[in-house]
Every structure is written in C-alpha cells, then in structure tokens.
C-alpha cells in the first residue's frame, strides 16, 4: 500500500500536484473502463473518470483565481514517487479483483487528498474558492464511501472463513 508523508510545499506546488493526479486517474480509469469485460465494472470506472476530469477542472479554476497566493506554504500528505506505476496492466480486466486492489491502495490517497483540501479551505481567502473546496471535499468523500464499499463488499463475498 501507498505511504504518505507530510511535505511542506507551497500552494502553487499542491495544486499542480493535484491536477496532475486527477488527469492522471482520468486516464488509469479511462484505460480500465476500455479493458473490463464487466459492464457494471466498465461503468463504474467510467463514472470515476468523469467525476476525476471534474475534480482537475475544478482544481485547475482554484489555481487560476488563486495566482496570488501560489506561494503561502503548507503541510500536506502526499503519496510517494511512482504511485500510479502500480496500476499498470494491459490485461482485460474481467473480474471486480483490479477494482478491489485499486480501491484498497487508492483510500489513503483519497483521505490524503480530503485532508490537503481541507487545509487549503483554510488557507485560501477566496469564498467562491472555498466552496469550490467544499464541493471538492464533499466529491472526495463520497468517492471514499464508494471505494471502501468496493473493499467491504470484495472482501465479504470472497472471504476465506
């Protein structure tokens, strides 16, 4: 699984950060959705994606009204160097087993990014910006209960007990 750490970083650093991470599972989800078998599977994935293409328009709108507080520092969790290489596969994905691994290492880089959203909510002084975090927030976290139902539901139906 993925470790996080804090690193202290400039806003400016988080939010190319986080785009990059969002486009970044736009494409991992798109290219699952392509290689799944499973129709609810390929759906699901499709609507990450959707919901990831937001969240980088989203955080790239906070960028752009935000230029003159690129450079306030803050703590933030981010996942180590080389996270999205663990999803690499040209496999057909034909069972809900790939959902699974992903979902169980992706849900500390989702209650990161919950926490760094959370913490620029705070530094930011922008109103609409802050609901936009707000907005992001309330995204993440449903995304969060949506992956950890994955895992709970994965794990209970394919128990070894």
Known sequence: MAVSEFNSITVGEFLDFAIELETEAVKKYVKFAELSTDENLKNILSNLSEVCAKHSRMVY?????????????????????GYWEMFESDEPISSWRILYEASKTHLSIEENMLYNYSKLKQVLLNQDIKETLEELIDDE??????????????????STH
């Open 141 to 158: 976290t449903s995304h969060l209960k949506i992956m950890t139902e994955i895992v709970k539901n994965y794990e209970r139906t394919h």
């Open 61 to 81: 709108k906070i960028k752009t009204v935000t230029k003159s507080e690129h450079t306030k520092t803050m703590n933030m969790m981010l996942p180590p160097p």
